[in-house]
Nanobody
Framework: QVQLVESGGGLVQPGGSLRLSCAVS????????AGWYRQTPGKERELVAA???????NYADSVKGRFTISRDNAKRMVYLQMNSLKPEDTAVYYC?????????????WGQGTQVTVSS
């Protein structure tokens, strides 16, 4: 069974920074891609940033230049560095990872971590 656990959320003032972490565990052969998504009440979950195994990245237009996604394949960790945070970044942030195990492919979500940007 594959599990993802996010951490690093919290309350931050506008203009501040946070670093989210996502730990991937389980009987994993490889992680092909990973991403961070966010969701606010009444809205659909949206992609914030994604990264491939090789390190290629893509970002939502709203976070380009402010957020950076990275991964440590050896540690099975995915990170989201968030700088110059704005109130509209307030949301529950979810990590997703997709890859393969010994018995098949997986695509798994974490439980989410709250990020609140407010003065």
């Amino acid at each position: 069974q594959v599990q993802l656990v996010e951490s690093g959320g919290g309350l931050v003032q506008p203009g501040g920074s946070l670093r989210l972490s996502c730990a991937v565990s389980g009987s994993i052969v490889s992680i092909h891609g990973a991403g961070w998504y966010r969701q606010t009440p009444g809205k659909e979950r949206e992609l914030v940033a994604a990264i491939t195994r090789g390190g290629s990245t893509n970002y939502a237009d709203s976070v380009k230049g402010r957020f950076t996604i990275s991964r440590d394949n050896a540690k099975r960790m995915v990170y989201l560095q968030m700088n110059s945070l704005k109130p509209e970044d307030t949301a529950v942030y979810y990590c997703n990872a997709a890859g393969s195990t010994g018995w098949g492919d997986f695509s798994t979500w974490g439980q989410g971590t709250q990020v609140t940007v407010s003065s």
